[in-house]
Nanobody, 118 residues
Framework: QVQLVESGGGLVQAGGSLRLSCAAP????????MGWYRQAPGKQRELVATITSGGRTNYADSVKGRFTIARDNAKNTVDLQMNSLKPEDTAVYYCATKGPFSVRFGSWGQGTQVTVSS
């Protein structure tokens, strides 16, 4: 199990911005894909955004144009910049990682709460 540490959640008004950050061990970071998922109360966990080791990104339709995922291989971090936040973005956000030979994201952070008020 890879240890991932998230930070940056909080409370923000609709239309505002937040930046989440996730730190991963340097021994695996550059070779691994990284992702952000979220889980709202009463709902299943869903993909928000992913980024491959080579920097290719993928976003859920609901966040395209508002969220940006970026990785810093020198700092072993992956950030999620969230702009134009909506109340429906309220959820616990989880950082995740998977190795180059893994199909699914198998290591998860503890989660950070994002609450968007209307």
């Amino acid at each position: 199990q890879v240890q991932l540490v998230e930070s940056g959640g909080g409370l923000v008004q609709a239309g505002g911005s937040l930046r989440l950050s996730c730190a991963a061990p340097g021994s695996i970071f550059s070779n691994n894909a990284m992702g952000w998922y979220r889980q709202a109360p009463g709902k299943q966990r869903e993909l928000v955004a992913t980024i491959t080791s080579g920097g290719r990104t993928n976003y859920a339709d609901s966040v395209k144009g508002r969220f940006t995922i970026a990785r810093d291989n020198a700092k072993n971090t992956v950030d999620l910049q969230m702009n134009s936040l909506k109340p429906e973005d309220t959820a616990v956000y989880y950082c995740a990682t998977k190795g180059p030979f893994s199909v699914r994201f198998g290591s998860w952070g503890q989660g950070t709460q994002v609450t968007v008020s209307s």
